[in-house]
């Protein structure tokens, strides 16, 4: 087999969508698999919404999830001279023709053939038509001239064999009249002079591969091996939108999931091994293939996602957590907040609460705000939970703590708590008990890391000073 050559050739629209996303591993996977290349193409031929801040984003989004490509990404506006080569080389092959049906014929056409239920395209009216018959002033477009007879069969590595009755396969548009290439056209000149081997895109492109194969056709050139994966519905089973919530990259990264984590959720919409669940990415690039890909679409499923995530925090070593979060917290809700308040005490206490943080945290937008407790300025703000826990005979517990706390010498999670249990022995209390109120005091909220690695994390002087705060308050 020669080299392998996947592309990912996405439409500028301002983000990363998740479907491409996942279009996007699956090529870079299956190049990676195989010791292939993986190639980034911008398709930004609509120069209204192909902004310079649209594209940022793509190539942002696919950077964060670790998808790296190989060389320059392709910008497929730049290469419109070579897609008016192509098209020259059709017309003079003849396997292109000049159309020259002004927008009111075309117009009547498609009305006379939807009052007739008859399928809307254009009629051929121009394929053998003399140019000197040419109306003045209209600027034709160029036509492909496609196969009238047979079919145009699609082996399709995941759809398997796709059968397309030619009669059904209009004379596509390749260049329009102001002479700029259309995407069909573009895509197939890209695609080869590229040398991609495998074009692997979402089945809404399976009729579109049809028609380009026409144009591979006509260029006298070899098929791409094509592999046309369903798309991704939302949990409702209708195709993902916006009102299913987050659609592009940029939103999972500011809700905070983990690229590790997303990477394998996305990989499992449509492609499995088994019943496994849990791949890292070495893991993935091992095991991806094309054959394993369902015709079926996936149905994103959001509490899954979360889990694989929560999965990701709690596998991920405490350091290396550590500098995802820190690296994160410019996207992250709140995360600005304490990154400004993240000098090097903070840091440290940071890095020990966290391997308590992230078993109660599944996405770091969580951890973050598991973690606000160490950088709440005193005396701290108590949630409605936290209030009522205190307010309910807790301050007690509070009040009468401080003096034994106060009088530990070892200051260790270990020391706290032998002096919490000698005091919920003596007043015949279960130690949660005991340790809500402290909890409460410590953290302004009912739930946080274990309690004494909570003292032992915020150290002596402002844990006492934070019990003190709520011992004296009414």
Aim: glycine fraction near 8%; charge should be negative; include cysteine.
């Amino acid at each position: 087999m020669s080299q392998i050559i996947t592309r990912f050739a996405p439409s500028p629209t301002g983000f990363l969508h998740i479907g491409g996303a996942r279009t996007a591993l699956f090529n870079w996977l299956y190049a990676k698999r195989f010791g292939g290349t993986f190639l980034l193409r911008i398709e930004d031929t609509d120069r209204e919404r192909s902004t310079k801040p649209a594209v940022e984003a793509i190539l942002d989004g696919l950077a964060w999830l670790g998808l790296a490509w190989d060389g320059e990404a392709i910008s497929q506006f730049e290469r419109a001279a070579r897609h008016r080569e192509a098209v020259a080389q059709m017309l003079a092959d003849g396997h292109a023709y000049r159309c020259y049906c002004t927008p009111e014929e075309l117009a009547e056409m498609r009305e006379k053939q939807r009052l007739e239920g008859k399928p809307m395209r254009y009629d051929g009216r121009w394929r053998d038509r003399d140019p000197a018959q040419a109306p003045a002033g209209v600027k034709p477009v160029i036509r492909l001239k496609a196969q009238q007879e047979g079919e145009t069969i699609v082996d399709d590595k995941v759809q398997g064999k796709v059968v397309f009755a030619n009669k059904d396969l209009d004379d596509l548009v390749l260049l329009r009249s102001d002479g700029n290439p259309t995407y069909m056209l573009a895509v197939v000149i890209d695609d080869h002079d590229m040398g991609v081997t495998h074009i692997i895109r979402g089945d809404d492109h399976l009729t579109n591969a049809a028609r380009q194969m026409q144009i591979y056709s006509a260029m006298g050139w070899e098929v791409p091996i094509m592999a046309h994966i369903p798309l991704i519905h939302g949990p409702d089973g209708a195709k993902l939108s916006k009102r299913h919530g987050a659609l592009g990259v940029d939103a999972y990264r500011a809700l905070g999931y983990l690229p590790a984590a997303l990477r394998n959720y996305l990989a499992r919409l449509g492609w499995s091994q088994g019943d496994r669940e849990f791949f890292s990415t070495e893991e993935l690039i091992a095991a991806f293939d094309l054959p394993a890909i369902g015709r079926s679409p996936s149905r994103f499923d959001y509490a899954k996602l979360e889990n694989m995530n929560g999965h990701f925090m709690r596998a991920t070593p405490d350091d290396a957590l550590m500098t995802i979060l820190i690296d994160a917290l410019p996207y992250l809700s709140g995360g600005p907040e304490l990154a400004a308040k993240l000098d090097d005490r903070r840091r440290a206490q940071l890095a020990a609460a966290l391997p308590g943080l992230k078993e109660r945290a599944k996405t770091l937008v969580e951890l973050v705000d598991g973690a606000a407790f160490l950088f709440a300025e005193r005396p701290l703000p108590m949630d409605a939970k936290a209030s009522e826990i205190l307010a309910n005979g807790g301050r007690q517990h509070v009040q009468a703590l401080l003096a034994p706390l106060a009088a530990l010498t070892d200051w260790s999670s270990a020391a706290t708590e032998a002096a919490v249990r000698v005091y919920a022995e003596a007043q015949g209390a279960k130690l949660g008990a005991i340790a809500q109120p402290l909890r409460a005091a410590l953290t302004g909220r009912s739930t946080s890391p274990g309690i004494f690695d909570v003292l032992a994390v915020l150290g002596r002087e402002e844990s006492l000073g934070r019990l003190e705060d709520q011992a004296k308050a009414n």
